[in-house]
């Protein structure tokens, strides 16, 4: 029964594929997406194969072999690629099982804090008025409190743990995972689409989850991986400080506080997981920025 | 002398997809106190062109032309210190969003007051009276006490006078409004037109009205150039154009708009089939052809020429006689 | 103006409310004062009587009331280990945390408010990408390795700062680089961001199609559109800055309440601990609604309520 | 066409909103709609005219049970709805609203948003339910390729062909279109307007047709309604109302149409000052600021719809082309009102 004929479809289409290799364009051209992609699948690979790719076991001493220097040194033993620690410990290996530590506590983490502050953004987004108000006046709170001092604090008092360290962090760091799904849903809320649904007689559940989830996923992604890093940063910093993962663990952050005290003598001691840790957050921060740039570019 | 004279302008955009042609070789004419029209649907290269001329196109863009010239002297070649010293001065420009084109931290004096004193110097209470003047002009009772007031304590169409005041603060030649009067209720748009051709009137400017509403160009058009992807498709003056238009997409658009006094269980409005077309691509055939019901096997080989009738009406079709009367051109 | 200033007052107050619940749980909740109070010598029938003479066997309600009318009253308790008032600890290290704090953030300004300016105006440039590389850095690297560098490079090796102590002013540079490094990447991206907007904003367009001078368009609209939330983020930074102290301070051994509470954590000096979180809490709220109303002054917006 | 019960009837619809100004100075009321009255019979086309603030869009969203009324009824057949029966609301009343960019989610087809509707209301199976997207979407004039795009790769047009085909897949027997093609080019405005009446000649759906543009609503509608801050000034026939509209109201709408003739001059506007605030509406008659024949009468009372002539109200102490002298006509005159109360 229409009378118009749409021809204008093989524009539409042209446009479509032209916008899609733009876009895998903008991707391989991204450096830093490319990098930070790299290096996280890579990391994530030996976090999960790290019986596999360690040389040694992490806990084997050796103290008749302490602090031994890397390949690069005159003096470097032939068996330990990168040296041995102030226990004679296999340095590489112990790096290998710090990855895992690192994004393992790291991916737990945002887990946690994801779901709790995705949860609270769309609700608070989505409902307005005073489910707004409450729970703005939470993220306010949780906004004002000490992120480390208050994870010392409870690690102080419920002891220090893998599990605790994880759920800790998680609990803390679900604040910008609020805001963010928050304001996003806020821009949502009032498109008609939404209004459509209602109008259809969609269940709240459908408005959240199909509705407004998928619109927004976006800055979530992006959020993710910038609290990813920050959750790898606070771990390795807890641990820093004695009161996050414990020894004999190889966590990236606890192999610095032990070998600080090393440092004016073997200075790669606390060179070599410092690297680790900032090639990784630098690799997930890029990786961050890199679908920030191309998901925004896409509009 | 012609005040602006605009010859074969081009402008692209660069995106993801490739180099957008936005406008295609466009001549623009103005004479002091006349009113030309750009009108067209949406993408058509109007808003950029207009952009083009004040050297305001956004970074991803780039422009030629073969002429350029404001009062006979070229601006082809014009720095960006000289065309700002034309901007607000010489030539001003208006809107279309009322509401977020006044910065939200300054006071209407200071942004009123700023204009005037960048271009004419003077003192301040120089530029105040002016501003009072101004103000009161455009149809702001209580001009004194809106001057100390921030635009978002005034509604859109105030904001859009208090907009019409800061292009008018140092008498330019030249106002280009950029559908000044789309965001607007529909009475406050009439009243708006009415201020507009009152004050061209008065200070003989010259007046390039750029709107996609065929009703609006009907009341405060001269001369209408009629736009379509990227490219003037027909020209003339408002009797010419209105009255009999030449080009197939003009008498397409005209007749799709409701007329007053017609209801749809009657007559059915006329529609333009098909969509406008690639936007990426160089082609100097006609851009109408795909959704032409008057196309010849030309239209698809040769580019079209243009015909021209008596008193500058002409079209860029294959297949079309100018037929408007000469006695009603200006 | 004034209902404004009155609703973020109160909300602040609220804010404090339920944090000072928090640490009232962390103090009396979650581990036993009396145990904590006794020392570690004491028989069963000491920590009892401790219990009893301070009240920790009453109910929690009555317990927090009397927490808070302490509080009010300036008194934030007994330190376990050292015996002396919890306020007069932190009398004492204070200001060396604070004037940390200040440097550091004086720092992250002075690098990120330039660098972003200039990032803005010149978009895809070697400059922005600069710019930008100096900030993904700046946010990876972590504060705790970047002091331990510090100390390699210029204490060790080339010896020209102090590695360790709060005595004279010199010994601040390397904690505040270090820590004012993580603070700075933020604040750039705000102020590139902000301007980016503001330039492509219509009222901007409205002031090129008047002829504004770039320069005013730049300095004068431009920036003070810019500027706004950046202060907001300064003073959230600042309260970052006092709770990342904990780090820096351990490493440069400066004796500010950073190191105060590293050194009750591992003692699980609870009193310590919460009155720490408590005041860091509170200059947090103090710092942000001071922002706030420094926003609303200039911005009319907030400042005229129709 | 007419039947003794209507579709749709609205009674007394009052609708406020609390804008918050401040804690001290409180909240303020915005009243958003001041008793409205309402029909709609099946199978009819219903204008509703007004410019922004007027409350037309508080009125569809109402209609369509989004928002609660603060008093007053919506019955559907004579039966009043309640926000219990949504889901039973809303397979008879659906809307098609204005932004074309903002009414379709992004991340869905185009075919899954057509059969969001059949899915949310389990009407029928999924294969039965293709084959009517199939269908509809064919009605509509909606190419079968582009069931399978998403939102973003369809022009503003398409996309209110598919805002049209998921209000019809339903059979709603109301369709609450506001503003539907304000945000299209005319072209394209000339192609939604004729697929409308179209649908409404085959399906013989109710529309209530909502919109600032007076030919639009000429041209599509039957009866129609003028609203002005939140109350109906004038309604009767539509074409009674273009041929001797009586509120000044009105007559300044449509004045400020303009037809693209070559012959038009400057308009004409006998409107004074500034459109009101809703926040702070003038007293007595809501338009008498701005109108030419405003008498001290029209400032201090509200003048009620009454009966201009055979199936017409409006309300205006001097409605146009009635010659009433300096005596108001309608009933809210005082001395009127004490002597019937």
């Known amino acids: ?299 | 002398m012609t005040l602006l004279s605009v010859k074969n302008l081009r402008v692209n955009l660069r995106t993801d997809a490739g180099r957008l042609r936005a406008v295609r070789g466009v001549d623009i004419s103005v004479e002091r106190g006349q009113t030309l029209c750009l009108v067209g649907e949406s993408g058509c290269g109007k808003s950029m062109a207009a952009l083009a001329m004040l050297g305001l196109l956004p970074p991803s863009a780039e422009w030629s032309a073969d002429e350029m010239k404001l009062d006979g002297v070229s601006l082809l070649n014009a720095g960006q210190s000289t065309l700002s010293n034309i901007r607000g001065n010489r030539v001003s420009m208006i809107f279309q969003e009322p509401m977020t084109a006044l910065n939200p931290t300054f006071t209407i004096r200071d942004q009123l007051c700023g204009v005037y004193r960048r271009h004419k110097g003077g003192n301040r209470a120089q530029a105040r009276e002016r501003a009072i003047y101004l103000l009161e002009r455009v149809g702001i009772s209580n001009a004194r006490n809106r001057l100390d007031q921030y635009p978002h304590e005034l509604s859109g169409g105030l904001r859009q006078r208090v907009l019409i005041a800061m292009a008018l603060m140092c008498e330019p030649e030249l106002i280009i409004c950029d559908e000044p009067t789309t965001a607007l209720d529909v009475t406050t748009q009439a009243q708006i037109l009415v201020l507009l051709a009152e004050l061209r009137e008065e200070l003989g400017m010259g007046m390039i009205f750029i709107t996609h509403d065929l009703g609006v160009v009907s009341r405060i058009g001269d001369h209408i150039n009629v736009m379509y992807a990227g490219r003037v498709v027909e020209s003339g003056t408002r009797d010419a154009v209105l009255g009999c238009a030449s080009h197939p997409y003009t008498q397409g658009l005209l007749r799709s708009v409701p007329r007053p006094g017609v209801n749809g269980l009657q007559s059915r409005l006329g529609t333009i089939p098909g969509t406008v077309p690639s936007f990426y691509q160089a082609d100097p055939l006609c851009p109408f052809r795909g959704r032409c019901e008057r196309k010849l096997p030309i239209c698809a080989s040769q580019a079209p020429p243009v015909r021209s009738g008596a008193g500058h009406h002409s079209a860029l079709c294959h297949n079309t006689e100018i037929s408007s009367i000469a006695g009603n051109s200006a | 103006m004034l209902e404004f200033t009155l609703k973020r007052l109160g909300l602040g107050v609220l804010v404090i409310l339920i944090i000072s619940v928090i640490t009232f749980i962390l103090s009396h909740v979650a581990i036993d004062p009396a145990l904590g109070l006794s020392g570690d010598s004491a028989t069963a029938e000491d920590i009892e009587a401790i219990r009893q003479r301070y009240g920790f066997d009453r109910p929690l309600m009555l317990q927090y009331f009397d927490y808070m009318g302490r509080l009010l009253q300036g008194d934030l308790g007994q330190s376990y280990l050292s015996g002396r008032p919890v306020s007069e600890l932190l009398a004492e290290r204070f200001p060396d945390t604070a004037l940390l704090a200040v440097l550091s953030i004086g720092f992250a300004m002075i690098v990120a408010i330039p660098l972003g300016v200039i990032a803005a105006l010149k978009p895809n440039t070697l400059v922005d990408r600069a710019a930008l590389f100096i900030a993904v850095c700046g946010q990876a690297i972590p504060n705790f390795w970047a002091g331990l560098l510090l100390i390699l490079l210029f204490g060790i090796y080339l010896q020209w700062l102090p590695i360790s102590g709060s005595t004279s002013f010199v010994h601040f540079i390397m904690p505040a680089i270090a820590l004012g490094s993580y603070a700075m990447p933020a604040l750039m991206r705000l102020v590139r961001a902000g301007m980016v907007e503001v330039l492509r904003s219509d009222y901007i367009r409205t002031a090129r199609a008047m002829g504004v001078r770039r320069r005013t368009i730049l300095f004068k609209y431009g920036l003070r559109n810019a500027i706004l939330p950046v202060i907001s983020l300064i003073a959230v930074q600042f309260g970052f800055m006092l709770g990342g102290s904990i780090v820096i301070e351990s490493i440069f051994a400066i004796n500010g309440i950073g190191y105060l509470a590293w050194q009750s954590m591992s003692r699980a000096d609870m009193p310590v601990i919460q009155a720490i979180v408590l005041i860091i809490s509170m200059i947090y709220v103090v710092l942000t609604l001071a922002a706030d109303l420094l926003n609303s002054l200039m911005d009319p917006r907030i400042r005229i309520n129709r | 066409m007419t039947m003794s019960k209507p579709l749709l009837r609205a009674k007394g619809l009052v609708q406020s909103y609390r804008v918050k100004s401040g804690l001290l100075s409180g909240a303020r009321e915005l009243h958003a709609l001041k008793g409205i009255d309402l029909t709609i019979n099946r199978g009819e086309i219903v204008g509703l005219v007004g410019e922004s603030g007027c409350g037309k869009s508080t009125l569809a969203r109402i209609l369509l049970g989004l928002e609660q009324p603060v008093s007053g009824t919506v019955e559907v057949d004579g039966v009043p709805v309640t926000q219990a029966d949504k889901r039973a609301r809303a397979r008879r009343i659906q809307p098609v609203f204005q932004d074309p960019y903002g009414s379709l989610n992004p991340s869905m087809i185009i075919r899954d948003i057509i059969a969001l509707p059949l899915k949310v209301h389990q009407i029928c199976p999924a294969d039965e339910r293709m084959r009517r997207v199939a269908r509809l979407a064919d009605q509509v004039g909606l190419p079968a390729r582009l069931l399978d795009a998403v939102p973003g790769e369809l022009s503003g047009g398409q996309r209110q062909r598919v805002a049209i085909a998921r209000a019809l897949i339903i059979e709603p027997e109301l369709l609450i279109c506001d503003e539907p093609t304000s945000a299209l080019d005319v072209s394209v405005q000339a192609q939604i307007l004729n697929l409308l009446m179209d649908l409404r000649r085959d399906t013989g759906v109710a529309m209530l047709f909502i919109s600032h543009d007076l030919a639009v609503v000429e041209y599509m509608t039957d009866r129609m309604f003028v609203m002005y801050l939140g109350q109906i000034v004038e309604t009767g026939p539509t074409a009674d109302v273009f041929s001797a509209p009586g509120h000044h109201y009105t007559m300044a709408l449509q004045q400020s149409v303009f037809s693209p003739d070559d012959d038009a001059g400057l308009p004409t506007t006998r409107l004074k000052g500034n459109p009101p605030s809703p926040l702070d509406p003038p007293t007595g008659c809501a338009f008498h600021p701005r109108c030419e024949a405003a008498t001290g009468t029209c400032r201090e009372i509200s003048p009620e719809l009454v009966d201009l002539r055979k199936g017409g109200l409006c309300a205006c102490h001097f409605p146009l082309g009635v010659d009433s002298g300096n005596t108001p006509l309608t009933r809210s005159d005082p001395h009127a009102l004490r002597e019937s109360g």
């Open chain 1, 1 to 299: 029964m229409s009378d118009i004929p749409l021809s204008g479809q093989t524009e539409a289409e042209h446009l479509r594929t032209l916008r899609k290799k733009a876009r895998r364009r903008a991707v391989l051209a991204h450096r830093g997406l490319i990098f930070g992609l790299t290096v996280v699948l890579l990391v994530a690979f030996v976090a999960v194969f790290a019986p596999l790719l360690a040389p040694y076991d992490p806990f084997a001493q050796n103290l008749s072999l302490r602090l031994a220097p890397p390949f690069w040194h005159d003096t470097a033993s032939p068996e330990h690629l990168l040296g041995t620690d102030q226990l004679g410990r296999d340095y590489l290996s112990r790096l290998i099982y710090g990855a895992r530590i690192s994004m393992g506590i790291g991916f737990g983490a945002i887990l946690i804090s994801g779901l709790i502050g995705c949860t609270l953004g769309l609700l608070a987004g989505y409902f307005g008025g005073k489910v707004d108000a409450v729970i703005s006046t939470i993220i306010t709170v949780r906004l004002s409190m000490p992120i480390i001092l208050i994870a010392l604090a409870v690690v102080a008092v419920a002891g220090a743990s893998l599990k605790i360290v994880i759920a800790v962090i998680g609990l803390l760091l679900w604040d910008q995972f609020a805001v963010v799904t928050r304001t996003a849903t806020l821009q949502v809320r009032s498109l008609e689409y939404i209004r459509s649904a209602q109008a259809i007689g969609c269940s709240l559940s459908h408005i959240l989850i199909r509705e407004i989830l998928p619109n927004i996923r976006a800055p979530v992604i992006v959020v993710a991986t910038v609290e990813l890093a920050h959750a790898i940063l606070l771990e390795a910093a807890l641990s820093f400080l004695g009161l996050g993962v414990q020894a004999p663990l190889p966590s990236w952050g606890l192999m610095l506080s032990e070998a600080k005290t090393f440092m004016f003598f073997s200075p790669w001691i606390i060179t070599l997981p410092g690297v680790c840790l900032f090639i990784l957050t630098l690799a997930i921060n890029l990786l961050g920025d890199g679908l920030r740039d191309v998901t925004a570019r896409g509009k």
